[in-house]
């Protein structure tokens, strides 16, 4: 019987390495703890997937931002966006360990402080609501 090639063995090989949603700037460590608080509270990467989602949205080109991202329907739709990423966030920096999770803390907070000097207070906004969807659209 004529023996397989190495590449051939490796090709039918199921993977071993599972894709890692990759948050820049957030060590390893880190990382693994959101894998592990999803797997009991949300979908696996939804963390990641928030975190580029409010990125994205506060870094766009305009000079102030309209809305929040997940803010109502029509948010939802426009962004194309499955909850309120902002919410997801502040959820996962709730449940990682204090220490560990202070560099995933600190990027979140450079977004915010960004988010805050491009938008607005707005009066009328439930009390209730969080402070990101307490912003003004302009």
């Not at 990759?22 to 979908?43: D, M, Q, T």
């Not at 102030?64 to 990423?85: A, H, M, Q, R």
């Not at 009066?123 to 609501?129: F, K, N, S, T, V």
Request: hydrophobic share 35%.
């Amino acid at each position: 019987m004529p023996r397989r090639r190495p590449a051939e063995v490796r090709a039918d090989a199921p993977a071993r390495h599972k894709l890692v949603p990759h948050i820049p700037g957030v060590p390893k460590s880190v990382v693994y703890a959101i894998i592990r608080w999803e797997r009991s509270n949300l979908w696996p990467g939804a963390v990641a997937n928030a975190f580029d989602t409010y990125r994205r949205f506060v870094n766009r080109p305009q000079r102030t931002v309209y809305g929040t991202p997940g803010c109502c329907p029509c948010c939802i739709d426009y962004y194309g966006l499955s909850d309120d990423p902002r919410l997801i966030l502040q959820e996962a920096l709730d449940h990682l360990p204090r220490g560990k999770g202070r560099r995933f803390r600190r990027l979140v907070a450079e977004l915010d402080d960004r988010y805050l000097s491009r938008s607005l207070p707005d009066p009328w906004a439930p009390p209730e609501w969080p402070w990101w969807r307490r912003r003004c659209l302009w």
